[in-house]
């Protein structure tokens, strides 16, 4: 018998990516001194995301392999947080039994008796059992479990639905249109469809069916529900390797980064940057033409899609593969033109900071007049994380072209704009402004 479920199986694979992911970013940090302080950030998050994976998966190999079967719920097999008794005398767990009700069923779902009336009586004497057994097996519910239970049951009924909604996908177009706004609701206001999609491999098919010919000439409207599915889908961690490793889906959000209503082109960068959360995904992603057509939904400058195209290209770019593909899609042209426009700054600062790791990039900055920018936001910022990745970048800057020091030292006689920074910024930010101030003061005629 195998000894782990498919979703022990899932959360240990989860686990495993996590890790290489951390591994990855440690690293960085290790062999890098003046590594950007968004990587720090990343992996204390992916750390966090670790933690969370084994307590779940703890206590989840506890509830299955401890429970007794009479503290489970008939409905959903799982324990009971808050005991009922029905009308015909079996015990469910209240949010389970409540929705059944609240669906317009009129039966027992155990014994298909004909209620003779719906009062919910408490089980007083299981529950007290069941927090007797909680404290021996020091196994601590939720204080809000109902609200999750609610949200996290799957039912045959939302099967059903979930089924149905799939299937009016192939018929015409306004059942599509019908269908498609029902599960661009359904999955964001319900966690547990989110859940449900995972359970079936013909489910991304038939949800992306109606764009199998193309984004061209579909109707805008089938389009942006579609799309803003996927993106409500991504969001549940066992849904980002099937989305990313399935055929369809990344030349998909492709096409509708390049077509559909900017909400469409939005939702689409933004389901990118949910997927690749993962290395294995940003490595699929990478190798695609996404990096060019985020990098030209963000050229473009829509407010409401340059955020998320952002997004997306930053986390890409946290493997170094990706960096070189960014680079050679014109993105620190792109980049810095939006910042001397005073747009995104620290987003798109966070970016460059990550590229410039990448030789082409610093030399590309230091033509296209990036230095006397930066000096100016590290004066005018109020932000303390975008004067150190000004700083930094300036140090790479200035320490692989020998060429831009007169600019240093030009901006430093007439604004002294790293010695303030030397005696006001971060500890990194401090640092890198000493180490420019020393080589100048070391090296009178460098710059002149």
Known sequence: MNRFSKAQKEAMAMALESKDKLRGLLNIIVEDDDFPVEVANEAIRTLSAIKDLKLKRSLSQNLDELVPPEFRCPI??????????????QTYDRPLIQRWLNEGHRTCPQTQQVLSHTILTPNYLVQDMISQWCKEHVIELPKSAQDVIDEQVITDADRGRLNSLLCKLSLSVPHQKEAAKELRRLTKRMPSFRILFGESSDAIPQLLSPLSTGTTNIHPDLHEDLITTV??????DDNKKKFAEDSMTIPLLIDSLKSGTIQTRSNAAAAIFTLSAFDTNKQLIGKSKAIKHLIDLLEEGHPLAMKDAASAVFSLCLVHENKGRTVREGAVQVILNKIMDHILVDELLAILALLSSHPKAVEE???????PFLLSVI????????????VALLHTICFNDKTKWKEIREDEKANSTLCKLAQSGTSRAKRKANNILDRLNKSPSLGK
């Open 231 to 236: 993106l409500n889908l991504s969001i549940h």
């Open 76 to 89: 959903s097999r799982e324990l009971m947080r808050d005991p009922v008794v029905l009308a015909t005398g």
């Open 365 to 371: 900055m230091g033509d296209l007049g990036a230095v």
């Open 379 to 390: 004066r005018e910022s109020t932000s303390e994380q975008s004067k150190e990745n000004c």
